[in-house]
């Protein structure tokens, strides 16, 4: 069973996003579906062939921790109400 899992993430892998030959594991749990823990079990295995542009799969997850990318927002602002004339 693991062999068939093992292969649907070998052949994901050219389909997200790599950066600075950086896998995330979060890229890979959403593009397979794979439940987290038997991805997470997957690549502790360390048997996985990768592509030449990556380098090794991030097991941090961002998504699992509530972590959030990019600018924190502030406070969000209060829309103007347009005033009723009569």
Known sequence: MLLRYKQAVERAIPHVPVKNGVVEIDSLWVETSIPYSLLQEILARGDLVLPENVQRIS????????????????????????????
């Open 59 to 86: 097991t941090t997850s961002r998504a699992r921790t509530g972590e959030q990318r990019g600018k924190k927002k502030g406070k969000p602002r209060r829309r103007k109400k347009d005033k009723v004339r009569n």
